[in-house]
């Protein structure tokens, strides 16, 4: 049995078995983080050997695929040909009873929308923050003023140190905590519990994600009891 892939244009390889056509792969392109090509796989078959080499030397960048941690065919399949899972991400919709223990953080924290005269510097936090823990899976390519028009949320909350510098932020869209960011290890689960509280004053439930390669949005995570056996997985050929 030979498993054979063909270009047939430019962001898409048919694979065949033989003679038997098994289906395609799709590519594609995220300009945020352009430092890999991204796939999607539909196949009718995985055969137990796959040329992903062919590919990777094609396209001359590491291989991505993205997918739910329910998918265990095609993760076995990945993994049986070389993918290593680099990230899980979870995506928790929690209320105040999933707390593992009472919100009771005194922190003093700041509400802020775009107008305020801090937003800026809460963005540009958020900016090396983000690059940083993305760097080690899935780097930034998108340049400061990109980022920073597209990915911020324009509300939310931070805290000042004793110097009058922001140390942690939340950015905010009604009961989505979108990003939290962080340069204070020893403070940020009070801030965190004191925007929880926040939050909770308002609204009965609240959602985010949380990848296990940024350590803020992990202890938010770990304020809930929460099943992690479910997650959005990173897969990364290289």
């Given at each position: 049995m030979?498993?054979t892939v063909?270009?047939?244009d430019h ?6 078995k ?12 995220n300009?945020?983080?352009?430092t890999?090509?991204y796939?999607?796989?539909?196949l009718?078959v ?7 080499d062919?590919?990777?030397q094609?396209?001359s960048k590491?291989?991505?695929l ?10 076995e399949?990945l ?10 991400c979870?995506?928790?919709t929690?209320s105040k009873n999933?707390?593992?223990?009472s919100?009771?953080?005194d922190l ?8 305020d005269?801090?937003?800026l ?5 958020l900016?090396?923050?983000?690059k940083k823990?993305?760097?080690?899976v899935?780097?930034l390519t998108?340049n400061?003023?990109t980022f920073?028009d597209?990915v911020?949320?324009k509300?939310?909350f931070?805290?000042l140190n004793?110097?009058n510098e922001i140390e ?7 009961n ?10 020893k ?6 519990q ?5 939050i909770?004053s308002?609204?009965?439930e609240?959602?985010?994600?949380a ?14 009891n929460?099943n ?10 290289d």
């Amino acid at each position: 049995m030979t498993i054979t892939v063909y270009k047939i244009d430019h962001e898409t390889y048919q694979v065949r078995k033989d003679n038997e056509l098994l289906g395609t792969i799709k590519t594609y392109r995220n300009l945020y983080h352009d430092t890999c090509i991204y796939l999607k796989i539909k196949l009718k078959v995985y055969p137990a050997k796959f040329p992903f080499d062919a590919i990777l030397q094609q396209e001359s960048k590491p291989l991505e695929l993205l997918t739910d941690s329910k998918n265990k065919n095609l993760i076995e399949f990945l993994i049986h040909n070389g993918f290593q899972c680099k990230r899980h991400c979870f995506t928790p919709t929690v209320s105040k009873n999933y707390l593992k223990h009472s919100l009771t953080s005194d922190l003093t924290i700041q509400p802020f929308t775009q107008v305020d005269p801090k937003y800026l510097e809460c963005c540009d936090l958020l900016y090396r923050y983000y690059k940083k823990t993305h760097a080690t899976v899935a780097p930034l390519t998108a340049n400061y003023a990109t980022f920073i028009d597209e990915v911020p949320t324009k509300t939310g909350f931070y805290n000042l140190n004793q110097k009058n510098e922001i140390e942690n932020v939340v950015f905010t869209e009604n009961n989505e905590i979108a990003y939290i960011c962080s340069i204070n290890h020893k403070n940020c689960e009070a801030f965190i519990q004191a925007t929880l509280r926040k939050i909770f004053s308002k609204y009965n439930e609240i959602f985010f994600e949380a990848d296990d390669t940024d350590w803020a949005a992990t202890l938010l995570l770990d304020q809930f009891n929460f099943n992690k056996n479910e997650s959005f997985n990173t897969y990364i050929y290289d």
